[in-house]
């Protein structure tokens, strides 16, 4: 028999009030201990006195809800405890319930995990309820709902049920492939073809958006130039406190400072670097130089601070024109953004420079976005359909079918996720 878990499912005490949740099959008969065995109608809060059954001391006056399953949130037997939010309650609660016959605490996610066991939710809006509980902008936090709604897995049972139609077809011509009067095979594996070749141009356009991880970690933004250009002084003008140490000394920043920081809604990830010299014989800053380029390499957005234009720097970069308050640089080169460290000058040009490239590097609003597991599989299937699409056996093209509706399962969490489990369940606190 499954166990009976329960656990507070509101916030840490002291609180107005706190939510203990119990999940499970002994989930009524611990609350009709609790109550005294007063009688509780489904699905409607009522009004009790709690007791510790083995004493039948009162702990708490408390509202009352009783969820019958499979209709629930885990799809089993739930029930509402509202007590009062103070330390001393939520401990006594959890030690009455602890001794109840067949309950124990929960673990973290677990109830989100029994919700994936029993078909209330699927994978992607568990890793979509993951990511809305540690949302901490308005993206992360649409993004996460969409997914949590179940977006994702609306167009992934879309893509299996027209894929599980061309399965069936080809699976036909190959069945009937020895009565050649019964079926026109080539017609069909033809059909079937054309099928696979607009699946894997549907699942490409969904691979050609930005990633999950952008909204999720912050776009990365490499300050960098040659030394002593202002860079730890616009970072820390950008951050708004003092992340990186700043002097006058050339080569002070010897390694990458890293910051994040929420601006109009969209996380960033700003890096400070050591400065870009042509050559060293200082070996502590020779690494700073080569970790600078290692930074400058993975940035989504580089804002160069040298007087002169970088060269080899594939990544996009954005031309700044720093310390204008300096005598003699009051002039802005054509293209560059102007910046001051005694003065707000260039502020709002420069984070609206950011904000238009951030438009091109993060996930439309319409679109489902992919974390790296799911973009994994997805480039899986599309592999698969590739092939299929390319090829006229029909054996092959039957493989690549159902290597391609693997995928989708494994997306889904149909097939093949016990480890992704243990590490997304990982991440929830223990009561959801």
Known sequence: M?????ALSSGSPPAALAVIRISGPQAFAAVRALTGGASLHPRRASLRRLRDPSSDEAIDRALVILFPGPQTATGEDLAELHVHGSRAVVRRMEAVLSAQPGLRAAQAGEFTRRALENGRIDLTEAEGLADLLAAETEGQRRAALR???????QRIEAWNDTLLGLSAMIEAAIDHSDEPDAVDEDGITATVRAGAGQLADAIAAMLAQPPAERLRDGIRVVLAGPPNSGKSTLLNRMVG???????????????RIEAPVVRDGIAWLLTDTAGLAEATDDPIEAIGIARTHESVAAADIVLWLGDANPVGIASDVILVHPRGDVPGRAVV?????????LADDGDAALWGALTARAKELLPSGDVPTLNQRQRQLCGTAHQSLCVAAGIGDPLVIAEEFRLARAAFDAITGRSHVED???????RFCIGK
């Open 2 to 6: 499954t166990d009976t878990i329960f």
């Open 147 to 153: 997914a949590a709604e179940g977006h994702l897995r």
């Open 241 to 255: 406190r003092d992340a990186a140490i700043v002097s006058p000394i050339a080569g002070t920043t010897r390694d």
């Open 333 to 341: 080169p054509p293209g560059r953004v102007a910046v001051s460290a």
């Open 420 to 426: 992704v489990l243990d590490a997304l369940f990982g």
